[in-house]
T-cell receptor
Framework: AQKVTQAQTEISVVEKEDVTLDCVYE???????LFWYKQPPSGELVFLIR??????QNEISGRYSWNFQKSTSSFNFTITASQVVDSAVYFC???????????????FGRGTSLIVHP | DAGITQSPRHKVTETGTPVTLRCHQT?????MYWYRQDPGHGLRLIHY???????DKGEVSDGYSVSRSKTEDFLLTLESATSSQTSVYFC??????????????FGPGTRLTVL
Protein backbone atom coordinates (compact mmCIF):
# COMPACT_ATOMS: atom_id res chain seq x y z
CA ALA A 1 0.00 0.00 0.00
CA GLN A 2 1.08 3.53 -0.65
CA LYS A 3 1.24 6.22 1.98
CA VAL A 4 2.13 9.90 1.94
CA THR A 5 2.80 11.78 5.15
CA GLN A 6 2.88 15.52 5.45
CA ALA A 7 3.60 15.93 9.12
CA GLN A 8 3.32 19.71 9.12
CA THR A 9 -0.35 20.61 9.19
CA GLU A 10 0.25 24.36 9.28
CA ILE A 11 3.28 26.59 8.88
CA SER A 12 3.30 30.30 9.51
CA VAL A 13 6.12 32.52 8.27
CA VAL A 14 6.80 36.15 7.64
CA GLU A 15 7.31 37.37 4.11
CA LYS A 16 10.81 36.84 2.69
CA GLU A 17 11.54 33.89 4.95
CA ASP A 18 12.50 30.58 3.36
CA VAL A 19 10.20 27.69 4.16
CA THR A 20 10.40 23.95 3.56
CA LEU A 21 7.39 21.69 3.31
CA ASP A 22 8.11 18.07 4.14
CA CYS A 23 6.77 15.03 2.35
CA VAL A 24 7.62 11.45 3.31
CA TYR A 25 6.27 8.53 1.33
CA GLU A 26 6.00 4.76 1.46
CA UNK A 27 5.61 2.46 -1.50
CA UNK A 28 6.53 -1.03 -2.64
CA UNK A 29 6.50 -0.07 -6.29
CA UNK A 30 9.84 -0.17 -8.03
CA UNK A 31 9.00 2.87 -10.08
CA UNK A 32 6.72 5.67 -9.03
CA UNK A 33 5.83 9.30 -9.49
CA LEU A 34 5.81 12.05 -6.90
CA PHE A 35 3.80 15.23 -7.24
CA TRP A 36 3.20 18.55 -5.55
CA TYR A 37 -0.02 20.53 -5.92
CA LYS A 38 -0.97 23.96 -4.64
CA GLN A 39 -4.45 24.93 -3.47
CA PRO A 40 -4.73 28.70 -2.96
CA PRO A 41 -7.60 30.25 -0.98
CA SER A 42 -9.65 30.42 -4.18
CA GLY A 43 -9.89 26.62 -4.02
CA GLU A 44 -8.54 25.29 -7.29
CA LEU A 45 -5.86 22.59 -7.32
CA VAL A 46 -2.81 23.62 -9.30
CA PHE A 47 -0.21 21.12 -10.45
CA LEU A 48 3.34 22.21 -9.59
CA ILE A 49 5.71 19.37 -10.33
CA ARG A 50 6.03 15.67 -11.12
CA UNK A 51 9.16 13.65 -10.41
CA UNK A 52 9.97 10.13 -11.60
CA UNK A 53 11.51 7.79 -9.07
CA UNK A 54 14.49 7.11 -11.30
CA UNK A 55 15.35 10.80 -11.51
CA UNK A 56 16.78 12.07 -8.25
CA GLN A 57 18.02 15.31 -9.67
CA ASN A 58 16.76 18.25 -7.68
CA GLU A 59 14.72 20.85 -9.48
CA ILE A 60 14.51 24.59 -9.22
CA SER A 61 11.84 26.79 -10.72
CA GLY A 62 12.19 30.40 -9.73
CA ARG A 63 11.71 30.63 -5.98
CA TYR A 64 10.55 27.01 -5.80
CA SER A 65 12.86 24.05 -5.39
CA TRP A 66 12.33 20.38 -4.76
CA ASN A 67 14.65 17.94 -3.04
CA PHE A 68 14.04 14.27 -3.81
CA GLN A 69 15.94 11.72 -1.73
CA LYS A 70 15.11 8.05 -2.24
CA SER A 71 17.36 7.07 0.68
CA THR A 72 15.02 8.83 3.10
CA SER A 73 11.83 8.46 0.99
CA SER A 74 11.34 12.18 1.01
CA PHE A 75 10.32 14.76 -1.55
CA ASN A 76 10.55 18.14 0.14
CA PHE A 77 9.49 21.46 -1.28
CA THR A 78 11.26 24.72 -0.46
CA ILE A 79 10.01 28.21 -1.17
CA THR A 80 12.74 30.82 -1.07
CA ALA A 81 11.92 34.38 -0.06
CA SER A 82 8.27 33.58 0.55
CA GLN A 83 5.55 35.98 -0.52
CA VAL A 84 1.99 36.51 0.62
CA VAL A 85 0.78 34.99 -2.65
CA ASP A 86 2.42 31.72 -1.62
CA SER A 87 -0.20 31.32 1.09
CA ALA A 88 -2.02 28.12 0.21
CA VAL A 89 -2.44 24.49 1.11
CA TYR A 90 0.20 22.32 -0.52
CA PHE A 91 -0.37 18.65 -1.25
CA CYS A 92 2.20 15.98 -1.92
CA UNK A 93 1.08 12.89 -3.83
CA UNK A 94 2.46 9.53 -4.95
CA UNK A 95 1.39 7.18 -7.72
CA UNK A 96 2.71 4.00 -9.27
CA UNK A 97 5.10 4.53 -12.13
CA UNK A 98 5.23 3.24 -15.67
CA UNK A 99 7.10 0.02 -14.93
CA UNK A 100 5.19 -1.04 -11.87
CA UNK A 101 1.98 -2.08 -13.58
CA UNK A 102 0.00 -0.06 -11.11
CA UNK A 103 -3.19 1.90 -11.62
CA UNK A 104 -1.55 5.34 -11.53
CA UNK A 105 -4.11 6.53 -9.00
CA UNK A 106 -2.32 8.97 -6.71
CA UNK A 107 -2.34 8.77 -2.97
CA PHE A 108 -2.44 12.26 -1.50
CA GLY A 109 -1.05 13.55 1.74
CA ARG A 110 -3.36 15.56 3.96
CA GLY A 111 -1.74 18.82 2.99
CA THR A 112 0.27 21.54 4.67
CA SER A 113 -1.30 24.94 5.10
CA LEU A 114 1.25 27.68 4.54
CA ILE A 115 0.44 31.14 5.81
CA VAL A 116 2.76 33.93 4.78
CA HIS A 117 2.32 37.13 6.77
CA PRO A 118 3.28 40.50 5.29
CA ASP B 1 -5.23 24.31 -18.22
CA ALA B 2 -6.48 20.85 -19.15
CA GLY B 3 -9.84 22.06 -20.42
CA ILE B 4 -11.88 20.72 -17.52
CA THR B 5 -15.12 22.30 -16.39
CA GLN B 6 -17.47 21.25 -13.63
CA SER B 7 -21.12 22.08 -13.19
CA PRO B 8 -22.71 23.29 -11.10
CA ARG B 9 -19.98 25.11 -9.20
CA HIS B 10 -22.14 25.48 -6.12
CA LYS B 11 -25.23 23.59 -5.05
CA VAL B 12 -27.38 23.47 -1.95
CA THR B 13 -29.81 20.61 -1.67
CA GLU B 14 -31.86 18.79 0.91
CA THR B 15 -31.32 15.39 2.43
CA GLY B 16 -32.86 12.63 0.36
CA THR B 17 -32.81 14.39 -2.97
CA PRO B 18 -30.84 13.10 -5.95
CA VAL B 19 -27.92 15.19 -7.17
CA THR B 20 -25.83 14.91 -10.32
CA LEU B 21 -22.53 16.65 -10.81
CA ARG B 22 -21.03 16.96 -14.26
CA CYS B 23 -17.41 16.98 -15.34
CA HIS B 24 -16.67 17.98 -18.90
CA GLN B 25 -13.33 17.88 -20.69
CA THR B 26 -12.41 19.01 -24.15
CA UNK B 27 -9.10 17.24 -24.79
CA UNK B 28 -10.19 13.65 -25.31
CA UNK B 29 -8.56 12.29 -22.16
CA UNK B 30 -9.32 8.65 -21.51
CA UNK B 31 -8.93 8.65 -17.72
CA MET B 32 -11.22 10.71 -15.48
CA TYR B 33 -11.64 10.77 -11.71
CA TRP B 34 -13.98 12.06 -9.02
CA TYR B 35 -12.60 13.09 -5.63
CA ARG B 36 -14.07 14.63 -2.56
CA GLN B 37 -12.14 16.97 -0.31
CA ASP B 38 -12.96 17.34 3.37
CA PRO B 39 -11.05 19.05 6.18
CA GLY B 40 -8.61 16.68 7.79
CA HIS B 41 -8.99 14.06 5.07
CA GLY B 42 -7.31 15.60 2.07
CA LEU B 43 -8.45 14.24 -1.27
CA ARG B 44 -10.24 10.90 -1.42
CA LEU B 45 -11.09 9.05 -4.58
CA ILE B 46 -14.77 8.26 -5.14
CA HIS B 47 -14.85 6.66 -8.61
CA TYR B 48 -12.78 6.73 -11.74
CA UNK B 49 -13.18 5.91 -15.40
CA UNK B 50 -10.70 4.44 -17.86
CA UNK B 51 -12.89 4.78 -20.91
CA UNK B 52 -16.43 5.13 -22.14
CA UNK B 53 -18.65 2.92 -19.98
CA UNK B 54 -15.59 1.69 -18.06
CA UNK B 55 -15.63 2.75 -14.43
CA ASP B 56 -14.37 1.50 -11.10
CA LYS B 57 -14.75 2.30 -7.42
CA GLY B 58 -12.42 4.32 -5.26
CA GLU B 59 -11.99 4.28 -1.52
CA VAL B 60 -15.18 6.21 -0.65
CA SER B 61 -17.68 5.03 -3.28
CA ASP B 62 -20.61 4.17 -1.01
CA GLY B 63 -23.61 6.37 -1.78
CA TYR B 64 -22.23 7.44 -5.17
CA SER B 65 -22.61 6.20 -8.71
CA VAL B 66 -21.01 7.36 -11.94
CA SER B 67 -21.63 7.19 -15.63
CA ARG B 68 -19.57 7.87 -18.70
CA SER B 69 -21.52 7.58 -21.92
CA LYS B 70 -19.08 9.69 -23.94
CA THR B 71 -15.43 10.55 -23.59
CA GLU B 72 -15.91 14.16 -22.65
CA ASP B 73 -18.43 13.76 -19.81
CA PHE B 74 -18.12 11.99 -16.47
CA LEU B 75 -21.17 12.25 -14.22
CA LEU B 76 -21.27 11.73 -10.48
CA THR B 77 -24.66 10.97 -8.94
CA LEU B 78 -25.72 11.00 -5.33
CA GLU B 79 -28.88 8.91 -5.46
CA SER B 80 -30.17 10.19 -2.13
CA ALA B 81 -28.00 12.92 -0.70
CA THR B 82 -27.03 12.86 2.97
CA SER B 83 -25.44 15.52 5.14
CA SER B 84 -22.22 13.48 5.24
CA GLN B 85 -21.89 14.11 1.52
CA THR B 86 -21.50 17.82 2.07
CA SER B 87 -18.09 18.41 0.56
CA VAL B 88 -16.09 19.91 -2.25
CA TYR B 89 -15.99 17.62 -5.26
CA PHE B 90 -13.16 17.68 -7.75
CA CYS B 91 -12.98 16.08 -11.13
CA UNK B 92 -9.60 15.23 -12.62
CA UNK B 93 -8.13 13.85 -15.80
CA UNK B 94 -4.89 12.01 -16.30
CA UNK B 95 -2.67 13.04 -19.15
CA UNK B 96 -1.36 10.30 -21.40
CA UNK B 97 0.86 12.44 -23.53
CA UNK B 98 3.40 15.20 -23.30
CA UNK B 99 6.18 15.95 -20.87
CA UNK B 100 3.95 15.49 -17.85
CA UNK B 101 2.48 12.14 -18.85
CA UNK B 102 0.52 10.37 -16.10
CA UNK B 103 -0.15 13.60 -14.22
CA UNK B 104 -3.59 14.45 -12.90
CA UNK B 105 -5.07 17.86 -13.62
CA PHE B 106 -8.08 19.04 -11.72
CA GLY B 107 -11.26 20.89 -12.52
CA PRO B 108 -12.32 23.95 -10.52
CA GLY B 109 -14.42 22.00 -8.03
CA THR B 110 -18.08 21.89 -6.98
CA ARG B 111 -19.10 22.91 -3.50
CA LEU B 112 -22.09 20.80 -2.43
CA THR B 113 -24.07 21.46 0.73
CA VAL B 114 -26.68 18.96 1.86
CA LEU B 115 -29.07 20.38 4.46
Amino acid sequence: AQKVTQAQTEISVVEKEDVTLDCVYETRDTTYYLFWYKQPPSGELVFLIRRNSFDEQNEISGRYSWNFQKSTSSFNFTITASQVVDSAVYFCALSAGPASGGSYIPTFGRGTSLIVHP
Amino acid sequence: DAGITQSPRHKVTETGTPVTLRCHQTENHRYMYWYRQDPGHGLRLIHYSYGVKDTDKGEVSDGYSVSRSKTEDFLLTLESATSSQTSVYFCAIRTRRGAEIDTQYFGPGTRLTVL
